[in-house]
């Protein structure tokens, strides 16, 4: 399963609106033992290169049981993470410092789903 984006995949994230807010949605399936590679990806984001490319973590916590969900729709974790602009999300992942990085949220994932989500109201 693929946890992390390629580059035809930023392409077209970026062509959708370069200049705009995005909230990146991530639900997280952790592998076995990958929770402590994650918190260390996590940590180097939060400190580093989320501030480096103007982006915030509005929100990280543990999944729970889903009260709806169908069968292996249950995640490890959830985060929104919000970024100024898709260009900067992208200028971040291009980050050659963050590419040394991004081997511990690799590696630490059996599954993930990073959806860009706009905000119904801007302003």
């Known amino acids: 399963m693929a946890v992390d984006p390629t580059g035809r995949d ?3 994230f970026l062509a959708a609106d ?3 807010p995005v909230v990146m949605l991530n639900l997280l399936r952790f592998a076995e033992e990958g929770r402590e590679s994650y918190d260390r990806y996590a940590s180097a984001l939060r400190e580093t290169f989320l501030p480096r490319h103007g982006g915030e973590v509005l929100y990280a916590g543990d999944g729970e049981p889903a009260l709806v969900a169908e069968e292996g729709q249950v995640w ?3 985060l929104l993470v919000r970024y100024p602009s898709r260009a900067a999300f992208c200028r971040m992942v291009a980050d050659p ?3 040394e990085v991004t081997r511990w949220r690799t590696g630490a994932l059996r599954e993930a789903v ?10």
């Open 114 to 123: 990073l959806q860009p989500t706009t905000p119904w109201i801007r302003g």
């Open 76 to 78: 490890d974790a959830v």
């Open 97 to 99: 410092e963050y590419q």
């Open 10 to 12: 930023l392409k077209e």
């Open 18 to 20: 370069p200049e705009g």
